[in-house]
């Protein structure tokens, strides 16, 4: 089965700094999602990667998936701290997503 | 567009009860696919249906069971409910199923087994 593993599990950050969250998977991925959650809530759609070397981005968040379609990263430029919460990966694995443990993300104002 | 929406947000119930969680995915959506979230196993897959179909399943006890209605709303029944099935169960819609669709995820339902 596939896994994925996130790092760092938790990242505390000043407000107006950069950060970078990995995801890794231990088989090919065909299609890579990235989520974001505030504690006990559902999941917010960030973005979905497919093709090697692909990368989005929205607003201040920058998604890529590498060439070998096994690494993803999560980046945020100038954090805030309405960019608190939990980032997740999830893994299309035949036709059902598995997740990554996930990053838990403080923004100090 | 109305996201998908997840009734009721919480609940509570003792051991031994059984409780049905209903989903209502975003308009022209035909995949609802559930998930269980816990502390210690983190998002785990329960089942995908599709046109009122079981797709997909995930590795849960009988306990869990599911369906889904012809205007593509779900639901999803716990039985004999244990301890261990306190948990946040989140529902994901997507036009036709996870390979290369965006899901989205509802609110959620808050479990508690006392």
């Known amino acids: 089965s596939q896994e994925l593993e996130q790092s760092p599990q938790s990242l505390i950050v000043q407000e107006g700094k950069n950060l970078t969250i990995n995801c890794t998977s231990s088989?090919?991925?065909?299609?890579l999602y990235w989520y974001k959650q505030k504690y006990g809530e559902g999941l917010i759609f960030l973005m979905m990667l497919q093709k090697g070397g692909e990368e989005k981005s929205h607003e201040k968040i920058t998604a890529k998936l590498d060439e070998k379609k096994q690494q993803s990263s999560l980046h945020i430029t100038a954090s805030q701290p309405s960019h608190a919460g939990i980032y997740l990966c999830g893994a299309d694995a035949s036709s059902r997503l598995t997740f990554g443990e996930g990053t838990q993300l403080t923004v100090n104002p | 567009k109305a996201g998908v929406t997840q009734t009721p947000r919480y609940l509570i119930k003792t051991r031994g009860q059984q409780v049905t969680l209903s989903c209502s995915p975003i308009s022209g959506h035909r995949s609802v696919s559930w998930y269980q979230q816990t502390p210690g196993q983190g998002l785990q897959f329960l089942f995908e249906y599709f046109s009122e179909t079981q797709r997909n399943k995930g590795n849960f006890p009988g306990r869990f069971s599911g369906r889904q209605f012809s205007n593509s709303r779900s639901e999803m029944n716990v039985s004999t409910l244990e301890l261990g099935d306190s948990a946040l169960y989140l529902c994901a819609s997507s036009r036709t199923g996870t390979a290369y669709n965006e899901q989205f995820f509802g609110p959620g339902t808050r479990l508690t087994v006392l």
């Open positions: 088989k090919t991925l065909y299609g």
